[in-house]
């Protein structure tokens, strides 16, 4: 089983529209989140991180995180088609050195 | 800043064939890590090193080999290439064991014939 799961798998919002995207780690040895971006053909980059309980806003993006319940979500406000792409979260364990990545979600903003 | 260089960007082998992904970083990263990524699927970790001449396997270890002899470099090798391997490898770096932000190289798409 998947130790970081991600939901929806995909995600189809009009521009202008919100949206979000929920990630949960079933490893409780879980101190950190990330959420990376990818968009088609490239690499991942590196968007937002959290690891304390609350929320963290950084423009149009905005991160929760529950630690009690091992769960972050991304909130995209006012989307753009730019942010179209794949949403992977990944989750720092006590392993030293290594993320776990989930599947991701796929975004896309229609204008 | 710095950059991550993969070679090649495309990789068609024959199965059967050994096959060696290379991964080069100047940013002076002690950490280096190579994943495979399954078409629009997440990333799955196959090797890492926390410093040169150091590896340690990922969950995705059987059927490769890893090399870091230098610090900027981190190679993958396929040891014997199937057909289901057709994957895009990424190659990432963090500043150290401590620091969990990872940057990616572009990648090298494999496809297995």
């Known amino acids: 089983q998947q130790k970081v799961q991600q939901s929806p798998e995909s995600l189809i919002v009009p521009e202008g529209g919100m949206a979000s995207l929920n990630c949960t780690s079933s490893?409780?040895?879980?101190?950190y989140f990330w959420w990376y971006r990818q968009h088609s053909g490239k690499s991942p980059k590196m968007l937002m991180?959290?690891?304390?309980?609350g929320e963290k806003e950084e423009g149009r993006f905005t991160v929760h995180l529950n630690k009690a319940s091992l769960h972050t979500s991304l909130h995209i406000r006012d989307s753009q088609p730019s942010d179209s792409a794949l949403y992977l979260c990944?989750?720092?364990?006590?392993?030293?050195?290594?993320?776990?990545f989930g599947r991701g979600t796929r975004l896309q903003v229609y204008a | 800043g710095g950059i991550i260089t993969q070679t090649p960007k495309f990789l068609i082998g024959q199965e059967g064939q050994k096959l060696t992904l290379k991964c080069q970083q100047n940013?002076?990263?002690?950490?280096m890590y190579w994943y495979r990524q399954d078409s629009g699927k997440g990333l799955r970790l196959i090797y890492y090193?926390?410093?040169?001449?150091?590896?340690q396997k990922g969950d995705l270890s059987e059927g490769y080999d890893a090399s870091r002899e230098k610090k900027s470099s981190f190679s993958l090798t396929v040891t014997s290439a199937q057909k289901n391997e057709m994957a895009v490898f990424l190659c990432?770096?963090?500043?150290?064991?401590?620091?969990?932000?990872?940057?990616f190289g572009p990648g090298t798409r494999l496809t297995v014939l």
């Open positions: 990432a770096s963090s500043l150290d064991r401590s620091s969990y932000e990872q940057y």
């Open positions: 490893d409780r040895n879980v101190d």
């Open positions: 991180s959290i690891f304390s309980n």
């Open positions: 990944a989750a720092r364990t006590q392993v030293v050195g290594q993320l776990t």
């Open positions: 940013f002076n990263h002690d950490t």
């Open positions: 090193s926390i410093t040169e001449n150091d590896l």
